[in-house]
């Protein structure tokens, strides 16, 4: 049986063993149909951040957003009501699928400026001029779909048709970092980086500390590389980075899991591609969106707590980090292209969350030919 014959699920499978298993075959990365379904049976079933500040703070507002903008494009917008709820909805109009909010602004109300239909803030149809002999009209059809919306903080997500609920997914480390006082964070830097890579590949380096006596000299001389750890979960895992002596590290709770260790940073990752990142000061955000098999933006975010400690430990200089990362990720993207290259083995000891996220990969596509 050629490999095209075989179902996405066949193609990609990965052995539950880590101690058998090969990594994801080097197509993952490179063929541009498996990018599609990628999109379509990944992207398009999770959740992603949207925004890292309330996109409307104040009631009977309206903000336009756009859901994974170069991947998913799916035009959205946020709406808070008079009784102060926030929703997302649909910024598609149900009648000939016009842009319905094209500006943040004060509104009771959201109309159509193509035809002057009508919507209240909840998404539900209000009015339509000159619709009186229609039958059958209005149905629920011709409401604004409500968008699934979740939020950490100030982070705010939200998905087109999400797998797993908001709450099942961030669970585990909702838990174990809530010791942050998320209320308290305030936006202090956004930036895009664009890289000449696959998503995955970006995602393959952030989940192990394998490569970082390797790659990234400055980081090292702060973590133990030694003591690096690891966990998984269903949805999403955590690595954590000892701090070495007279490193800056986190003063955790009694009652904490981890109390007692001199924890430096949590990297937490959320299936398909959302990085947090827990230091003493703050917390960082890594959020991948995919714009082609060979391409890829990262927007980097970073919230802050306390600025007396930014710059201190492993959480700084984050963007000499983040370019080392993109210069071995691209240099990766070049070799997986190799008619050489197939796949190659997981170490047990240092890559149990890559294994896991490509396990969740292949999950994604079982039943999808």
């Known amino acids: 049986m050629s490999p095209r014959s ?14 058998r298993a090969s990594t994801l075959h080097a197509d993952a990365y490179r063929d541009p149909e498996v990018y599609r379904a990628q999109v379509a049976a990944i992207f398009a079933r999770s959740w ?7 996109p409307v703070p104040r009631p009977e507002h309206v903000a336009p957003l756009v859901l994974l903008e170069g991947c998913l494009d799916e035009p959205i917008v946020a709406t808070r009501d008079r009784a102060g ?24 109300t959201l109309r159509c400026r193509y035809h002057g239909r009508r919507f209240g803030l909840d998404g539900r149809f209000a009015h339509m001029p000159e619709f009186e002999q229609a039958e059958g009209f209005p149905s629920p059809a011709d409401d604004l779909p409500v968008v699934p919306i979740g939020s950490w903080g100030p982070l705010l997500f939200a998905g087109v048709r999400p797998a797993v609920p908001f709450e099942d997914w961030l669970c585990p480390l909702r838990a174990r970092l809530g010791f942050v006082p998320w209320d308290k964070l305030e936006l202090h830097e956004a930036r895009d980086y664009e890289l000449n890579a696959h998503w995955a590949l970006y995602c393959d380096n952030y989940l192990e500390g394998f490569h970082i006596p390797f790659v990234h000299a400055g980081l090292a001389e702060k973590l133990d590389y ?17 701090a070495k002596d007279g490193e800056d590290a986190f003063e955790l709770p009694a009652g904490h899991p981890d109390h007692g260790r001199r924890i430096a940073a949590f990297y937490a990752f959320l299936f398909p591609a959302t990085m947090i990142n827990v230091y003493p000061w703050g917390v960082s955000v890594n959020a991948v969106r995919p714009l082609g098999v060979d391409r890829t933006r990262v927007t980097f975010l970073s919230l802050v707590h ?4 930014l710059g201190q430990g492993a959480g700084s200089n984050l963007h000499r980090v983040e370019l080392e ?17 197939e796949r190659g083995r997981y170490s047990p000891q240092r890559e149990a969350c890559v294994h ?5 990969i292949a999950r994604a596509f079982e039943g999808r030919s």
């Open 48 to 54: 992603h951040v949207v925004s890292a500040t309330d």
């Open 356 to 360: 896991h996220f490509h396990r969740l």
């Open 226 to 242: 030694g003591a690096y750890s690891s966990e998984t979960f269903e949805w999403s895992s955590l690595q954590i980075g000892i």
């Open 85 to 108: 709820v926030r929703r997302c909805l649909s910024n598609v109009c149900t009648h000939r699928g016009n842009i319905v909010a094209t500006e943040v602004a004060s509104a009771t």
């Open 325 to 341: 990362d993109e210069a071995i990720v691209q240099n990766v993207q070049r070799g997986v292209r190799s008619r050489f290259y």
């Open 6 to 19: 075989r179902t996405l699920a066949e193609r990609f499978a990965i052995d539950d063993d880590i101690r």
């Open 306 to 309: 306390d600025p007396a400690r």
